[in-house]
Every structure is written in structure tokens, then in C-alpha cells.
């Protein structure tokens, strides 16, 4: 996915890959850095006493090199791998709502991409914050609350917590 993404993102661009660069990508996934924000941020939810779990669209040995740097490990991952899918479908979220055991009116779901994780969150009636780094200028409604990055993730988190539950969406 990701070499075919680079060559038809390359395309569209008129940039012509250099023989042998379209994997460039997925030969350096280990080193792409994380945002500064996120180590602080994911970390005051943990020290809050929340879980912290990845739904990923990576397959189990990408999302290795992923969390060999990453700031802190999650209590649960979910890949592509693992479900058979990618979202926006729902088996990374079904899978994960088996496996934690928790109910989806105590889930908060936390992500950057509105089509790969804040729609299909609405969609399985979950509460969820979109991280709209780019102001890509989707549809806001998508999501319980927007946020421009995480640094606000768990001061956002914690006005959630005893929200209701947002009605399922189609």
C-alpha cells in the first residue's frame, strides 16, 4: 500500500521516482519521527490512569519498527494484519472492543485521520476526538470534539469521560 501510495502520489505531483526509491517509505518507516506533542500528551493520560490502545492501519512487522521508537507502549495494539481490513471498516474497532472488554459508552477514541478514524468511530456510536493538524476542513461534526493537536488530548479526554455517548450515525 504505502509503495503503491508514494508512485501515484508521485504521479499526481508530475515528480518522477528515482529506479528503485517507490519502497523509500516503507524502508525508512523506523526512522519517521513521531510529533513532538504526542509523547507528553499520551503520557498524561497514562499517568491519569487511562489505557492507551492503537488501532492501525500497518501490518504486525511495519508497526513493529513503529513502537521500537515510540514514547511509550500501549496497553493494546490492533493492526490491519490482525483483523484482515483497513479502516475506514470496523474490524479494527470490533476487534478492539472484544479484546478490551469495554463498552463503547466508555470508549474515547483519539486520532488524526476524520476518514480512517473519526468516521467510523461515529459510526460505531463512540466518543472521539479528531486531531485536525492539517485543517483539512472536513466535516467537524465527525467527531465529539476537534483539537489543532494533542497537547489538549487530556484536558479534551477528561470533559469527556462522563459525557453520554454520541448517538450511532450511519
Not at 493492526?79 to 463503547?104: D, I, N
Request: charged content about 25%.
Amino acid at each position: 500500500m504505502l509503495t503503491a501510495g508514494l508512485e501515484l502520489g508521485a504521479r499526481k505531483i508530475g515528480l518522477a521516482l528515482a529506479k528503485g526509491q517507490a519502497d523509500a517509505i516503507v524502508r525508512n518507516w523506523g526512522e519517521l519521527p513521531f510529533y513532538g506533542d504526542v509523547a507528553a500528551g499520551l503520557g498524561a493520560l497514562r499517568d491519569a490512569g487511562w489505557k492507551l490502545a492503537m488501532l492501525t492501519n500497518c501490518d504486525n512487522d511495519l508497526f513493529a519498527k513503529t513502537l521500537a521508537k515510540f514514547p511509550l507502549k500501549p496497553d493494546l495494539v490492533v493492526t490491519a494484519e490482525m483483523v484482515g481490513s483497513y479502516k475506514p471498516e470496523l474490524g479494527h474497532f470490533k476487534r478492539f472492543e472484544q479484546e478490551s472488554c469495554v463498552e463503547r459508552n466508555n470508549w474515547i477514541h483519539a486520532a488524526y485521520s476524520w476518514f480512517h478514524d473519526s468516521a467510523p468511530a461515529r459510526r460505531m456510536g463512540v466518543k472521539r476526538i479528531w486531531v485536525d493538524r492539517d485543517k483539512t476542513g472536513h466535516d467537524p461534526a465527525a467527531a465529539t470534539r476537534v483539537l489543532p493537536d494533542v497537547t489538549g488530548l487530556p484536558k479534551a479526554v477528561s470533559k469527556l469521560r462522563d459525557a453520554p455517548a454520541p448517538d450511532l450515525q450511519p
